[in-house]
């Protein structure tokens, strides 16, 4: 069984940064497709970063955070993080981690059908 915990959620100002980190417990992240989703009051929850754990991993990111967000992994760690800058009000949601096993990581993002999530850590942007 494998559990997922998140931290690094805050209150920054617009602009600002943080860095978010999701360790894994019980399981290693070995072949495993790993992403990051936010859900913002009101809206459906959307994949914001992909990535699998495999050497040559591609990445997925939602156009309304490339260029500012970057997903990786410390497979040492076992810890997904996601790095988020030049952070945007519209970015204020409770982001979550999570992870599914024989898949892509587009598909996991794109389908948000993942086999194990995170509780969620809450990003506010806000002056």
């Known amino acids: 069984q494998l559990q997922l915990v998140e931290s690094g959620g805050g209150l920054v100002q617009p602009g600002g940064s943080l860095r978010l980190s999701c360790v894994a417990s019980g399981r290693t992240l070995d072949y495993v497709a790993v992403g990051w989703f936010r859900q913002a009051p009101g809206k459906e929850r959307e994949g914001v970063a992909c990535m699998t754990t495999s050497t040559y991993s591609g990445t997925y990111y939602a156009d309304s955070v490339k260029d500012r967000f970057t997903i990786s992994i410390d497979n040492a760690k076992n810890t997904v993080y996601l790095q988020m800058t030049s952070l945007k009000p519209e970015d204020t949601a409770i982001y979550y981690c999570?992870?599914?096993?024989?898949?892509?990581?587009?598909?996991?993002?794109?389908?948000?059908?993942?086999?194990?999530w995170g509780q969620g850590t809450q990003v506010t942007v806000s002056s």
């Open positions: 999570a992870t599914r096993w024989w898949t892509s990581w587009t598909t996991l993002c794109s389908s948000g059908s993942a086999d194990y």
